[in-house]
């Protein structure tokens, strides 16, 4: 297993990646509900798919493929977990 | 189902909390859950009524209630909005959690989406946590299987302490077990069951020292031990709500208060800060549904998932994404126009021969020629141009977007123009809100309620109408084939047919933006807010269902207002042309008063006031301006767009008033249902007299330039 872990920005993930929730920067309503579909500090979250224009991407989490904008991903702290590749998504 | 006759029009319109109970024995039962999981569908399975289902998340924004009978006893159900949870974050939210709590409901059955049901769980925990009288729906366990999805009902019924059951409400699977576990937990009531989330110590003692005075003072009435957990939060919304709802005020009574600064004192001293205190909240939550699924749902093979991945690999990919979004759409205008054509024919046709027969019968009876001119010539013949000329694109658009909606594309489309949305600083969900304009723009303006930001909703309410609604098709398409590629059919005809529409509608949705990004830069200044939009698993869409009901429930719909607004605006035509003031018609008069204004529009004033006496409804604005042709012109047998085009052509059309007419018809004011939607949505005069100028307007000015620039360039 990789064991290399980097702090990043959600936002910065390829498509494809995988991570783990570190911290989430924003505050108020939007930090709540990114707690309701489930981003707490441990999720592992998917990188899927980037639109058109790079913006917004689509992500799975907790089974759910959520797209979030640019401004909001960046505000998500993670630990990248690299080479995980194909164990993601067992768990939903 | 798509829009159904009951969500679009009038029927948009809310019905709001208030809950008619029959009989004392009967039971209120809240049908709560995430967005789309198929809450409707259960709703409309049990109650037979049809709310609007679809797949994407949002399409219940207003509450609906409807009865069930089971075994003798009537059960009032109550569809509420779909949500993620009950912290009350959003408007939604809070209807629902007031209704839970304030509503009188007997039970709450919580629909989940069984191919998402940790997530799904969350919303469970909260609902139990307030109260113990809930019964878990796991619904899609159809497609759950297909994923390979096991799911052990039993041992997550042990899990959550409430009973579960499985269903796949479309195929009626599941639903009688789902009203055998809601009798009995509404008639025999429950055992508490044991709290659902366990917090961490110090929550739990803060929560302990509230406990006991809160369970005095709320009687039974609520859940001691919810309401404590949420005065600790700070939970402004929920005080508001005991103070409306159980003339309780916490806050104002003394020992309560004094115990509240006590236990958040405590807490601070453990170093929990209030938003401290909610993220532990919501952590234990969310682990707490981890929890109840780890030994309950195995998914048996990883790839499982890989079909909906492979989809969206496609239908949202970087390249070919928006190309295959506007190759639908083309391909969804072209199956529109080609086969709308014979049915128009055969119904032209047919209508227009009862009208000859009705003319036979007027004269054999020897009825007055102002009677039979008013109601066969007038009434009579309106309705005829309606039915066979509106209604055959409309019964073949419908379904077939709504095949488009149930399959679950329209968050794709969503998420494919969000960034444009951005760039306007709007919401992503805006471009939902207008495919729901494809049908009806008043459904389109109760959907901005899926968009939380009001600045973001007005954006979406005002532009809504840049959508041409089901309405306003037929004219569109019908002079697009008249004038452009001729009626003489074929593939090729209707392909470039499809292809002009398709523009049409692309200048519609540019608008959109331009108009959106402008009203954020003036009247509605702002930056965009955060959201996060949900792009749901496919489904396979309820074909043989979706065309029964929509065709069905959409001929009946349409033929219902075009008897309730063309037959009146037939005989107004009728008197207007036949009644005489000095030497013209009142019709004339009318005309030659618009004309100038009209003209200067690249349109004429039989044209214009075909659209402001089509207000009340789009659909009959083609009619009126037949109608007015031929009561000042010779009466010919119109039975085919052929015909049409030379009596259109007779009275000065151009190519030039045929593209100002396309462009009007996209851009004008909304009509008097939507207006009505609109006041009713905003509260507000002023953004409702601002939706009505703002397409207005804007119409008025492309067709202005357009004419202009036409007639400069010596074109027309």
């Known amino acids: 297993m990789n064991s290399t872990q980097d702090i990043a920005r959600l936002g910065a993930l390829k498509e494809g990646q995988t991570a783990r929730v570190k911290d989430i920067l924003q505050e108020g309503t939007m930090r709540r509900r990114l707690q309701d579909i489930g981003i707490i500090e441990g999720t592992r979250i998917k990188c899927l798919q980037k639109s058109f224009w790079g913006d917004p991407v689509a992500y799975l989490i907790r089974g759910a493929v959520i797209a979030l904008r640019e401004e909001d991903s960046d505000q998500i702290l993670v630990e990248t977990v690299g080479l995980h590749r194909s164990a993601e998504g067992l768990k939903s | ?716």
Not at chain 2, 384 to 409: C, H, K, N, Q, R
């Open chain 2, 1 to 716: 189902m798509g829009l159904t006759a009951h969500s679009t029009g009038m029927g948009a319109l809310d019905q709001g909390l208030q809950i008619a109970r029959r009989a004392p024995g009967d039971r209120v039962i809240a049908l709560a859950g995430n967005p789309n999981v198929g809450k409707s569908t259960v709703f409309n399975e049990l109650t037979g009524l049809n709310q609007h289902t679809g797949n994407w998340p949002g399409k219940t924004v207003a509450t609906a209630q409807g009865t069930h009978t089971y075994r003798g006893s009537d059960y009032i159900l109550v569809d509420l909005p779909g949500t993620y949870s009950l912290l009350a974050h959003s408007a939604e939210e809070e209807v629902a959690r007031d209704f839970i709590c304030f509503g009188g409901a007997d039970g709450v059955a919580v629909v989940c989406d069984a191919t998402c049901l940790e997530r799904n769980l969350n919303l469970v925990l909260q609902t139990i946590e307030i109260t113990p009288n809930v019964v878990v729906c796991v619904n899609l366990m159809d497609e759950a299987r297909k994923k390979q999805i096991d799911i052990d009902l039993e041992q997550l019924s042990r899990n959550l302490g409430v009973p579960v059951v499985g269903a796949a409400a479309r195929s009626g699977e599941g639903l009688r077990e789902l009203m055998e576990a809601l009798s009995s937990v509404t008639h025999e009531g429950r055992p508490t069951p044991p709290d659902p989330i366990r917090y961490t110590a110090p929550i739990e003692a803060a929560i302990a020292s509230l406990q006991p005075l809160l369970e005095e003072k709320l009687a039974g009435r609520l859940s001691p031990r919810w309401v404590a957990l949420k005065l600790l939060d700070q939970d402004d919304s929920l005080t508001a709500s005991l103070r409306t709802h159980l003339g309780f005020d916490p806050l104002a009574d003394p020992a309560v208060a004094a115990a509240l600064e006590g236990a958040r004192a405590r807490l601070a001293a453990e170093g929990i800060t209030p938003e401290g205190l909610r993220d532990r909240v919501a952590a234990a939550i969310v682990l707490a549904a981890e929890g109840a699924c780890a030994d309950s749902v195995t998914l048996r093979r990883a790839e499982s998932r890989d079909r909906d991945r492979k989809i969206d690999a496609v239908l949202t990919n970087k390249w070919t994404g928006i190309p295959i979004m506007l190759a639908l759409l083309a391909a969804v205008f072209w199956i529109t126009i080609t086969g709308a054509n014979y049915p128009s024919q055969w119904l032209s046709n047919a209508l227009f021969w009862v009208q000859d027969r009705l003319t036979d019968l007027f004269v054999y009876l020897h009825a007055p020629d102002w009677l039979h001119g008013a109601l066969v010539l007038g009434v009579y013949r309106v309705l005829a141009w309606v039915v066979s000329v509106m209604l055959p694109p409309m019964a073949i658009f419908f379904p077939l977007f709504t095949l488009l909606e149930d399959f679950g594309y329209l968050p794709r489309v969503a998420f494919n123009l969000d960034h444009q949305f951005k760039k306007a600083c709007a919401c992503g969900k805006q471009a939902l809100t207008m495919c729901m304009g494809f049908g009806c723009n008043a459904a389109g303006i109760v959907g901005c309620r899926i968009i939380d930001s009001p600045r973001e909703r007005l954006i979406a309410i005002i532009t809504n109408n840049f959508v041409p609604c089901n309405g306003r098709f037929p004219t569109l398409i019908s002079i697009i084939t008249m004038f452009f590629v001729g009626a003489a059919g074929g593939a090729l005809s209707t392909g470039l047919s499809a292809a002009i529409l398709l523009g049409v509608i692309v200048l519609g949705v540019v608008m959109t933006f331009w108009i959106s990004r402008l009203l954020s830069h003036t009247i509605l200044k702002g930056v965009p807010s955060s959201f996060t939009l949900e792009l749901p698993p496919y489904r396979r869409p309820q074909i043989g269902k979706v065309l029964v009901r929509s065709v069905f429930d959409r001929t009946l719909f349409v033929l219902g207002r075009a008897v309730a607004v063309a037959a009146p605006a037939g005989l107004l035509i009728w008197l207007m042309a036949n009644i005489q003031v000095g030497d013209a018609s009142v019709l004339l008069h009318c005309a030659h008063f618009l004309d100038p204004f009209a003209h200067l529009l690249g349109m004429d004033g039989v044209i214009l006031m075909a659209f402001i006496l089509g207000f009340p409804a789009n659909e009959i604005v083609v009619p009126i301006i037949i109608m007015a042709y031929m009561a000042t012109g010779s009466l010919t047998d119109m039975t085919n767009l052929f015909a049409l085009k030379e009596l259109l052509v007779q009275n000065g059309w151009t190519w030039l008033t045929a593209v100002c007419t396309m462009l009007f018809c996209l851009m004008h004011w909304p009509c008097s249902t939507t207006c009505l939607t609109i006041g009713k949505e905003t509260k507000s005069l002023k953004w409702t007299a601002i939706s009505f100028a703002v397409p207005t307007l804007v119409g008025m000015l492309v067709c202005f330039t357009v004419a202009t620039a036409a007639r400069l360039l010596g074109l027309a």
